[in-house]
């Protein structure tokens, strides 16, 4: 039975992957009495008076939304809202598992912007933090923009922010191995999606030398005029030299190169007309733009995907369950380029450097450190960056 039909038949057994589990023993009527009615009058009263006790006197310190409206799935595309509800408990799972956070999932039956971003919005009390999940570019740039102005809690779209974070912290400790400089990188990213626009931001914020989008229809350039405004913006902040023409052009002298597109684009001649011991992180899934054992003998020197069967595997998961885990501990009213920075640097920082080295730049995803040490690192960049409401980091 293959791994898929395996799956099919474990969600069959479990039932859903997750579930509620109360804090409290309610046995008698003296602890029904202080878990619901009379008593919990009082800490209604009490958080309508100051709000902030909800932090205290309910699980919103530690509660995350997952939420998602089924748009882009985990390399299936637009399947629907419920049909995304598997992934979604798989996440919440995750945030648990790794970091003692509890998530719930929520699929929200809509395309409309508006629409999602006022559901997100009316629900967002009951949580103190908003992870967004498998949402179709360009709608998800919109609906987090739009979440982050309306709501004072974290608000975190995954797939564009965990990727951007993990890319990076496997690229610095690349260069530490292959003997580059970020500074000094020419960087290629294969795919201009919600993905790919984010590690180039990421990446840019980090202060790489320079970067070249790719999509279908080739380079972007700020010399082109696009419909899509994210291809536009992004346009203007890359490709310094102004490079034309396709994908093989893009990687000629290039010393890294970064794909989140399709399987199959990069050839052995792309590779081998980089630069000395180009760098390679081919992350389509699940079938990579090119494979490992190939793009070694084209004379890659270190390659990562996002398959746990090859060494190197750039994995979100060991970023955002200590993002949130970080957040939550000091009630962080966002999650901003500082804390996404310590991020980075938490991860990469977890492999020493006796370890490190081409097949092994980044921590496993079951070391279960990475996700305190990550936590730790946020917090405090959430305080000294002003967007925490603690004062001290309570991780440390």
Not at 49 to 72: C, E, F, Q, W
Not at 284 to 303: F, L, Q, T
Not at 304 to 321: E, H, K, L, M, Y
Request: aromatic share 4%; hydrophobic share 45%; charged share 20%.
């Amino acid at each position: 039975m293959d791994i898929m039909q395996s799956s099919l038949e474990k969600h069959k057994e479990w039932g859903g992957k997750i579930e509620v589990v109360s804090r409290t023993s309610i046995n008698d009527r003296q602890s029904l009495s202080l878990a619901y009615t009379p008593g919990v009058a009082q800490p209604c009263l009490e958080i309508e008076k100051d709000p902030s006790l909800s932090y205290t006197l309910t699980r919103r310190h530690n509660l995350v939304a997952v939420i998602t409206d089924g748009t882009a799935v985990l390399g299936l595309g637009d399947i629907g809202a419920l049909a995304a509800m598997p992934v979604m408990e798989g996440k919440c799972a995750l945030f648990k598992e790794f970091a003692d956070v509890d998530a719930f999932p929520i699929c929200v039956n809509s395309k409309d912007t508006d629409e999602i971003v006022n559901t997100i919005a009316n629900i967002a009390l009951s949580f103190g933090g908003i992870n967004l999940e498998d949402i179709a570019a360009p709608r998800c740039f919109e609906i987090e923009a739009k979440l982050k102005e309306r709501l004072d809690i974290p608000v975190f779209h995954d797939d564009q922010h965990g990727t951007a974070i993990v890319v990076a912290a496997a690229l610095m400790n690349a260069c530490k191995v292959a003997g580059k400089n970020l500074e000094d990188l020419e960087i290629v990213i294969n795919g201009a999606g919600s993905a790919g626009i984010a590690i180039a931001k990421h990446l840019l914020s980090l202060h790489v030398g320079n970067l070249i989008m790719v999509d279908i229809n080739g380079i972007l350039s700020d010399d082109e005029v696009y419909q899509n405004p994210a291809h536009q913006e992004i346009a203007a902040m890359t490709n310094k030299y102004h490079k034309h023409g396709k994908l093989a052009d893009a990687v000629q002298n290039a010393d890294v190169f970064i794909g989140v597109s399709r399987p199959g684009l990069l050839t052995p001649a792309m590779i081998q007309s980089m630069s000395d011991q180009p760098i390679i992180f081919a992350m389509a899934n699940p079938v990579p733009e090119i494979m490992p054992d190939e793009a070694k003998k084209a004379g890659a020197y270190i390659v990562g995907t996002g398959r746990s069967d090859f060494p190197n595997q750039i994995n979100n998961v060991v970023a955002f369950p200590g993002v949130f885990k970080g957040a939550l501990a000091v009630r962080a009213k966002d999650i901003n380029q500082a804390m996404k920075a310590a991020a980075t640097k938490a991860i990469a920082g977890c492999v020493s450097e006796e370890k490190r080295n081409a097949d092994f730049i980044l921590p496993d995803a079951f070391d279960r450190s990475v996700a305190l040490a990550v936590a730790k690192a946020v917090a405090q960049a959430a305080i000294d960056s002003g967007v925490a409401r603690l004062e001290q980091n309570p991780l440390e």
